[in-house]
Nanobody, 115 residues
Framework: QVQLVESGGGLVQTGGSLRLFCVAS????????MGWYRQAPGKQRELVGFVSSGGSTNYADSVKGRFTISRDDAKNTVYLQMNILKREDTAVYYC?????????WGQGTQVTVSS
């Protein structure tokens, strides 16, 4: 079983920054896609973006230019750097990865943006 543990969520003001962390329990994710979803109150879960095993990234239009996804395979970790935060970024953020055809999710971490 693959476990993903997220951290780094919290309360920030509009225009601020926050960095999320997700650590995987397995060390062989250098060949796997890793990324992030989010779900705001009353809304459907939305794909934020992902990074491939080759380092290519894709982002939702709503976060392009503000969010950056990166990975450190030596630490089994994927990051979500969030800058210029807006109130509409408020959501529970979930990391995910694919392993042997199955998708695994973190427990989620709350990000609240206020002003």
């Amino acid at each position: 079983q693959v476990q993903l543990v997220e951290s780094g969520g919290g309360l920030v003001q509009t225009g601020g920054s926050l960095r999320l962390f997700c650590v995987a329990s397995r060390s062989d994710f250098s060949l796997n896609v890793m990324g992030w979803y989010r779900q705001a109150p009353g809304k459907q879960r939305e794909l934020v973006g992902f990074v491939s095993s080759g380092g290519s990234t894709n982002y939702a239009d709503s976060v392009k230019g503000r969010f950056t996804i990166s990975r450190d395979d030596a630490k089994n970790t994927v990051y979500l750097q969030m800058n210029i935060l807006k109130r509409e970024d408020t959501a529970v953020y979930y990391c995910y990865t694919n392993y042997l055809g199955a998708t695994y999710w973190g427990q989620g971490t709350q990000v609240t943006v206020s002003s």
